[in-house]
């Protein structure tokens, strides 16, 4: 069965403190795995796909890279204006699997 | 930028009556699909639709629920007679549909609060 777990549930970073987020993704012959932002009230924005491992992407203060069994989501020097839900999503047919998200908070 | 479009924003209903839910998806994509996302939980997928019918549908994605595009340019969820557990948001998603692959970005609506009583 394709799973996605992302860790951790929460982060909590003051402005200016660099971390990263986890994926872990289960899928029989990946085709794709997406970062996604979420603001509350709101749909998911894509940020990036990543197809094969050792692939990166970059977009002002976040990188994705992928291996072969996980994701990372980089952030570096973040603002308040990083703050949301960050969704990690494994492509499975023509549907994307979500996890459950990793909301961030970033203060100043 | 164009947008997926998505009425109303909130909806209440109460148990066992019909509604739907209605999208209007990017102007050149073929691809739409609905997503829910009950609070504080994962964003699910419920139906994928392609070329006038379903592609792919999951286990919620029962006899209660259906799709149309009725014509160019909405796409519609109806769910036939609503539950208190079908309660939540309700997201429609479309993509362009590229020479290679499935693999191409979902572009999502702001959603459809339903809240069953």
């Known amino acids: 069965e394709d799973q996605v777990t992302q860790s951790p549930e929460a982060l909590r970073l003051q402005e200016g403190e660099s971390s990263s987020l986890n994926c872990s993704y289960t899928v029989s012959g990946l085709r794709g795995l997406f970062w996604y932002r979420q603001d509350p009230g709101k749909g998911p924005e894509f940020l990036f796909t990543?197809?094969?491992a050792g692939e990166e992407k970059e977009k002002e203060r976040l990188k994705a890279t992928l291996t072969k069994k996980e994701s990372f989501l980089h952030i570096t020097a973040p603002k308040p204006e990083d703050s949301a839900t960050y969704l990690c999503?494994?492509?499975?047919?023509?549907?994307?699997?979500f996890g459950k998200g990793t909301t961030l908070s970033v203060s100043s | 930028e164009p947008e997926v479009t998505q009425t109303p924003s909130h909806q209440v209903t109460q148990m066992g009556q019909e509604v739907i839910l209605r999208c209007v998806p990017i102007?050149?994509?073929?691809?739409f699909y609905w997503y829910r996302q009950i609070l504080g939980q994962k964003v699910e997928f419920l139906v994928s639709f392609y070329n006038n019918e379903i592609s792919e549908k999951s286990e919620i994605f029962d006899d209660q629920f259906s799709v149309e595009r009725p014509d160019g340019s909405n796409f519609t969820l109806k769910i036939r007679s609503t539950k208190l557990e079908d309660s939540a948001m309700y997201f429609c998603?479309?993509?362009?549909?590229?020479?290679?692959?499935?693999?191409?970005?979902?572009?999502f609506g702001s959603g459809t609060q339903l809240s069953v009583l």
């Open positions: 999503a494994v492509q499975a047919g023509t549907a994307l699997i």
């Open positions: 990543l197809y094969s």
């Open positions: 102007s050149n994509h073929l691809y």
């Open positions: 998603a479309s993509r362009l549909l590229s020479g290679q692959a499935t693999n191409e970005k979902l572009f």
